[in-house]
Nanobody, 121 residues
Framework: QVQLVESGGGLVHPGGSLTLSCTAS????????MGWYRRAPGKQRELVAD?????TSYAESVKGRFTISRDNAKTVTLQMTSLLPEDTAVYYC?????????????????WGQGTQVTVSS
């Protein structure tokens, strides 16, 4: 069984910074992609940033302000700076991983429980 544990959310003033971290555990053979999504009130979930190997991608709205990095094989970090009120959302960690299920290796997407980020004065 695979679990994702997120940390680092909270309340911050506009212009402030937060760092989110997500660590995966369980019967993981390999992780191909790690990323962060968010869902703001009344909006659909959207990709914030992801990292696959040495390649990263970002939503246009966070480019230049957020940085995603993979600290080790099972931990991904999202550094958020110059935060705006519109960054307020629940942030979810996601991984695309190969896991051993019985005698087979299969690929699945796994999601964290979410961590609240609130940007407000």
């Amino acid at each position: 069984q695979v679990q994702l544990v997120e940390s680092g959310g909270g309340l911050v003033h506009p212009g402030g910074s937060l760092t989110l971290s997500c660590t995966a555990s369980g019967s993981i053979f390999s992780i191909h992609t790690m990323g962060w999504y968010r869902r703001a009130p009344g909006k659909q979930r959207e990709l914030v940033a992801d990292i696959s190997g040495a390649s990263t991608s970002y939503a246009e709205s966070v480019k230049g302000r957020f940085t995603i990095s993979r600290d080790n094989a099972k931990t991904v970090t999202l550094q958020m700076t110059s935060l705006l009120p519109e960054d307020t959302a629940v942030y979810y960690c996601m991984i695309e991983a190969t896991v051993l299920t019985g005698y087979n290796y299969d690929e699945y997407n796994y999601w964290g429980q979410g961590t609240q980020v609130t940007v407000s004065s």
